[in-house]
């Protein structure tokens, strides 16, 4: 597509349910990136692919919260006893390689848990 | 953690008039970056400038660096309504090329 995609847009969960999140970044970029971006603050970067490999899960708040790209394009993340205090905006970005360029960003996935 | 702070949280202007927002931070940059984001919708990059630069244009956009103070303003000339937004500054540090640290952002009303 001509864009950063991601899907649900909106996803209302229960605490203690997984869930996944899906971004299918722009064709021939092979950076990506995952961001959280909570109410009223700036996005807080959480793990970043290159290719298909994790290059940095350093922003990953802890074990639950799990990212892959299995083939170098699409990624999901997933978070596992989805807690309240995981409700946020998950931002996916990708750039065309890992050097200091812009990132293209998508329209984000809401999450709430209830 | 957010590396950036935008300064002010928040403006409110008339349209037609100018906005400048600042941004300090804390650590060695490679570049610095804007973004702005309308409610509700992801992030749109405005314009990037390096660390070895101190000014830099975009149509109405006006970007300084002063890595001395490790601070960057963005202005934004003959402001109109359709720049109502929120705007993110975003650095990357000059040793990890793929990290943006964004700040908390200020909000732009621009009042018709």
């Known amino acids: 597509g001509a864009g950063v995609s991601q899907t649900p847009s909106n996803k209302v969960t229960e605490k203690g349910k997984y869930v996944e999140l899906r971004c299918d970044p722009i064709?021939?970029?092979?950076?990506l990136y995952w961001y959280r971006q909570s109410l009223g603050q700036g996005p807080e970067f959480l793990i970043y692919?290159?290719?298909?490999?994790?290059?940095?899960d350093s922003g990953l708040p802890n074990d639950r919260f799990f990212a892959v790209r299995p083939e170098g394009s699409v990624s999901t993340l997933k978070i596992q006893r989805t807690e309240r205090g995981d409700s946020a905006v998950y931002l996916c970005?990708?750039?065309?390689?890992?050097?200091?360029?812009?990132?293209?960003f998508g329209e984000g996935s809401r999450l709430t848990v209830l | 953690s957010q590396q950036g702070e935008e300064d002010p949280q928040a403006l409110s202007i008339q349209e037609g008039e100018n906005a400048t927002m600042n941004c300090s931070y804390k650590?060695?940059?490679?570049?610095l970056q804007w973004y702005r984001q309308n409610s509700g919708r992801g992030l749109v990059h405005l314009i990037l400038?390096?660390?070895?630069?101190r000014e830099k244009h975009s149509g109405r956009l006006r970007v300084t660096l002063d890595t001395s103070k490790k601070s960057s303003s963005l202005l934004i000339t003959a402001s109109r309504a359709a720049d109502t937004a929120s705007y993110f500054c975003?650095?990357?540090?000059?040793?990890?090329?793929?990290?943006?640290?964004f700040g908390a952002g200020t909000t732009v009303t621009v009042r018709a």
């Open positions: 970005a990708s750039s065309l390689s890992s050097t200091t360029g812009e990132l293209f």
């Open positions: 064709s021939g970029h092979t950076a």
């Open positions: 692919f290159q290719g298909t490999g994790a290059a940095d």
């Open positions: 650590t060695s940059i490679n570049n």
């Open positions: 400038i390096r660390s070895n630069e």
């Open positions: 975003a650095t990357v540090p000059g040793s990890n090329d793929y990290k943006l640290s």
